[in-house]
């Protein structure tokens, strides 16, 4: 079984700060971890995601995110935010069998100036 | 880049009626996917279908829905007789591995049930 736990429901930050989403997993499986985006009335964009190899993975628009086994994390990380990353964002685990993905609760992330 | 598309982006019925929504995966994709999300929900998985056949489903997916994919580029959810409850974003997914690393997903329908 696998689930996926988005620690604060809303984020805020200012224009120009750091940019951290927390996620946690767990799996019984060796994970594939995804943070999708999601614009208001807009579907599902991938912004990275982590299958194996290197676990720090840089994604689209500046951001980032690092595996950590060790604390079944994927924290999604920007360096400086800006007004167009305002969205929701969702961590996702997979990689059982036939592509299943499990969602988090999703984080409304929003910038001001 | 290619896209999977879904139809239509909004769709209204009543309560008790059957609805189909559709899908056109990516061409070269054997995988495929229908989620949806309650509106200020989790995004959640309903059924996975590989080579013809329902290969995972959730709870959710009980007798009310079934899928189908009726040609070669089209793959349909359909719910049989509408709950107030079924109201929702609907997004279709393709992807042409197993193991969901690279899942495309669509723009969804969103479903209103009266």
Known sequence: ?113 | EPEVTQTPSHQVTQMGQEVILRCVPISNHLYFYWYRQILGQKVEFLVSFYNNEISEKSEIFDDQFSVERPDGSNFTLKIRSTKLEDSAMYFCASSDTGRGEKLFFGSGTQLSVL
């Open chain 1, 1 to 113: 079984a696998q689930s996926v736990t988005q620690l604060g429901s809303h984020v805020s930050v200012s224009e120009g700060a750091l940019v951290l989403l927390r996620c946690n997993y767990s799996s019984s499986v060796p994970p594939y971890l995804f943070w999708y985006v999601q614009y208001p009335n807009q579907g599902l964009q991938l912004l990275l995601k982590y299958t194996t190899g290197a676990t720090l993975v840089k994604g689209i628009n500046g951001f980032e995110a690092e595996f950590k086994k060790s604390e079944t994390s994927f924290h999604l990380t920007k360096p400086s935010a800006h007004m167009s990353d305002a969205a929701e964002y969702f961590c996702a685990v997979g990689g059982t069998s036939y592509g299943k993905l499990t969602f988090g609760q999703g984080t409304i992330l929003t910038v001001h100036p």
